[in-house]
Nanobody
């Protein structure tokens, strides 16, 4: 399984972004997919996970804010992460992953939020 993340960039605080992660290869074996992020100088943290049936789960750190939405299009083997009202603390490299016998990681896409 190969994962290609896209959609990152430089945005002003208060703006929105939609990240995409397209899977290729043996996609029929993919189960849950998700997003992690790694801010400068910090460890990688979970953002959200979505099952193959579309059930979404968010980390406690983003769940209460309600600014993140994960979604999935199985026909396109793609997941998305919508981030609204971007804040400077959202600046990070966002990595997608997929579980297919083991956890596969994409290369990451950088989101930079400036105020």
């Amino acid at each position: 399984v190969q994962l290609q993340a896209s959609g990152g960039g430089s945005v002003m605080a208060g703006g929105s972004l939609r990240l995409s992660c397209a899977a290729s290869g043996t996609t029929q074996s993919i189960g849950a997919m998700g997003w992690h992020r790694q801010a400068p100088g910090k460890g990688r943290e979970l953002v959200a996970v979505i099952s193959s049936q579309g059930s979404a789960h968010y980390s406690d750190s983003v769940k209460t804010e309600g600014r993140f939405t994960i979604s999935r299009d199985n026909a396109k083997n793609t997941i998305y992460l919508r981030i609204n009202d971007l804040k400077s603390e959202d600046t990070a490299v966002y990595y997608c992953n997929a579980f297919a016998e083991r956890l596969h990681w994409g290369q990451g896409t950088l989101v930079t939020v400036s105020s």
